[in-house]
């Protein structure tokens, strides 16, 4: 039988997997889990920056040069947001705006936000099942030396400029995962975690002690794509942020950023040079071609990722048998 | 020294005398009070349609064209929506939009719709006092032959096509007025009522008590400029809801709906038959061209209107001297 998939991922980095996953894999096998932890509210709206970029990567109605955003957009509310005396620094286009608007009405009708998120995907046509961590307030939150910002506030009104501290996920302890996370890691054969920011994108995740537990005890061969590419990240503070966290920034690093969670790797052939030191800590590593820019590249990541996860996960059935 | 000028005004109609007292008259020394029960909530956002014609129209952003909403609107917003499956019969463009979100956010943060109503109109540059009749919640209903419809099901959604049985303004009686609106009409020399509806714009302005015992006490001469011209309304259902609501569909029907409030009505030079039917009900009547088309019109329309409800205030002061 096709094994189940769940895959955790965070924005732009995380839908690119996702999208070479749902190019090659039936849909009804296959999870993600994305990201709650960089929501923030904006005009009374709340925006959900990564789901939305996983929904409209998959539903193929991305800003293909940006990596997020609905393509063709305007800012007509925007500019009249502004008109009103309203700061703007977040780019919010008209389309998405629809989205925002739909999802806050939602939120106040007292409706799941994992319930809304899927909803929104499955109007817009995407078949796979798109599932949230925690229906429970999660906020990424990042120490610089202007004091603790909103994700949103250091990641786009801040350009990522101003070095990080620290960082912490509010909320995390007391938030509950979504029993259909938790049946995702639990019940699938393999579960992957994207290319995503570690710190950023896939910690806020791993911070819901439900998620991290079912993490931990599955059955699932669980492999990582390692977002680094010559030891650094094709876009965003990853690479920074590893060191902020005192992580080395390498894929050493990035495996130590999931310690406990991982069977496997997947690093860069750029990056063969960390495959030993890998080994000795354990961990089966693969090396491939990780960037992802076109839609072939996205597919045969996937693929072959899928293929090195689903060799040990076959090794381990049999010398279980 | 200048009268001080109170309009009751509702949208589209009301918006026109609206503009042509601002064209001539010191703002300063003008108040408007608006309609606020045909407000409705649309995807969540609190929408207020009659106050943002009074707003758009001052601020000179108006849809010339068809009298409501901003010029060179798009609506990709609601296509949005649409897309998620909302129901999008209220055409709400996407600066407008900018409106409701602003408004909405406000409200939620607890800021009295009068002040917010204010602060968008002077963010559009508008200088005139704009003032609700009430903070509370005011909603006209109307009986059809479909049941009780929310104002804009019926405007907007059935096109005023089906036939009204009855009109009520529900939270009317609860109702307080605002202070800023009790003192507009309690010192003014002049109080207008706008050639609006009266059966839907002027009279839910008038259904909250406060409003309509400040308006009986006042020492304000108070006139009203029928909406009527050759008995029938420029647009709009007025005059079937006059017929409906028992009233003759005539100037005698509209003097009939402000009984006990008005001193004086401007009635248009087609309707002159009217005039000694209502002098014989102790009403003062003045005979003009009402169209308002142009801006020249609108201004002449003010400034005759001005100068008759001012011929017998001074008449009385006289007497009273």
Known sequence: MTPRITLLAGGVGGAKLAEGLAAIYPP???????????DQEFHGLWVSPDIDTLTYSLANLIDRKQGWGLTGESHRVLAGLERLGCETWMSLGDQDMATHI???????????????????????????????PT??????????????????EYFVRERCLPEVQEVRFEGATEARATPEALAAIKTADIVLIAPSNPVVSIAPILAVPGIRRALETTRAVRVAVSPLIGGRTVKGPADRMLSAMGYPCSNLGVAASYTGLLDGLVIDQDDGADRAELEAKDLRVMTMATLMTRAEEKARVAEETIAFADTFRREREEVEA
Chains 1, 2 share one sequence.
Do not use: C, M, Y
């Open 102 to 132: 739909f999802r806050t009405q939602l939120r106040h009708q007292g409706i799941r936000p994992s319930a809304i998120a899927q909803k929104i995907a499955e109007s817009l046509g995407v078949t796979i099942n798109l599932l949230l």
């Open 28 to 38: 009804e096998r296959l999870s993600i889990i994305g990201n709650v932890a960089d």
């Open 135 to 152: 229906d429970d307030p999660l906020q990424t939150r990042v120490r610089t030396e202007q004091g603790w910002l909103a994700f949103q």
